[in-house]
């Protein structure tokens, strides 16, 4: 069991060695022992964290790095200025990677909510009654990124407690693929070379059960949710690693698309 003061520091070294554009060698602490733990951390990085909200990542846990009755998707922060609206790009978009950390791509089909949540006093969501708030559905590229090299395999606690190893987000042009319609086809394609396939039915549950999942943590831990977040919701066509000044390109068929090219983490000033 973790104490404030041991989830304080772990947190304040996160958030400096993000700030600092600098990685880490490892986890700056004992790994967190449960979801709970991991996220009571994320919010004391949060609050030392000087940006604002833009939306939440939503990441699949799969059965076998998960403990019993805990969530099979696990959420981070998406930060004003790591966000980036990129409909009729001229050219990529730069996005910052922890070099010597951990970085890679995921093509991404991101919910814009178009309203505030509203109170739930029957229980849990359900992915029937996320998708039935008004919400536009659009085409995005997660860059996944994090101060420490192996976060992946160190587990979800890792993941979650380093912000959901998020380090931003270029969302582009809306796409058309609600409950009842034809699955968008995505492909993923790095320096033009195809890296990937796949659909929003390659999420286990579907994107709206991870919508739902997002929001019960979030009311649990005492989040508000409101009109314009984002929600990336999960890898479509698959983690893809990405090093420096590489170019992404991810395509919806028969529909638009959008490019980064990535660079060095810089240091953030603050705010």
């Known amino acids: 069991m973790s104490t404030p003061e041991a989830d304080d520091a772990i947190a304040a070294e996160l958030v400096a060695a993000r700030t600092e554009g600098r990685s880490l060698t490892g986890f700056p602490g004992a790994i967190p022992g449960s979801m709970a733990e991991a996220y009571r951390i994320q919010d004391r990085a949060i609050s030392q964290w000087s940006d604002s909200l833009a939306g939440w990542k939503i990441g699949f846990i799969p059965a076998d790095r998960r403990s019993a009755g805990e969530p099979d998707r696990l959420i981070g922060p998406i930060w004003r200025r790591q966000f980036h609206l990129s409909e009729e790009q001229a050219t990529p978009t730069e ?19 178009s309203q505030d949540l509203p109170a739930h006093p029957e229980g849990d969501w359900t992915a029937e009654e996320a998708a039935g708030l008004e919400q536009e559905l659009l085409i995005g590229i997660e860059v996944a990124s994090s101060p420490i090299p192996d976060i992946n395999s160190l587990g979800p606690t890792v993941i979650a407690a380093d912000f959901g190893n998020n380090n931003g987000l270029v969302l582009g042009s809306v796409v058309a ?95």
Request: glycine share 14%; charged share 15%.
């Open 95 to 113: 996005m910052g990677i922890f070099a010597d950390g951990f970085a890679a791509v995921e093509a991404e089909l991101v919910i814009l909510l």
């Open 177 to 271: 693929d609600r409950p009842g319609e034809p699955a968008v086809a995505i492909a993923c394609y790095i320096d033009g070379h195809l890296i990937g396939e796949g659909s929003a039915e390659n999420l286990p549950g579907g994107m709206h059960h991870g919508l739902a999942t997002a929001f019960n943590v979030l009311v649990g831990r005492g989040h508000s949710v409101r009109a314009g977040m984002v929600f990336a919701t999960g890898a479509i066509t698959g983690i893809h690693p990405i090093g420096l000044g590489q170019h992404c390109r991810v395509e919806v068929q028969d529909g638009p698309s959008l490019e980064l090219r990535t660079i060095a983490a810089r240091p953030f000033a603050s705010s």
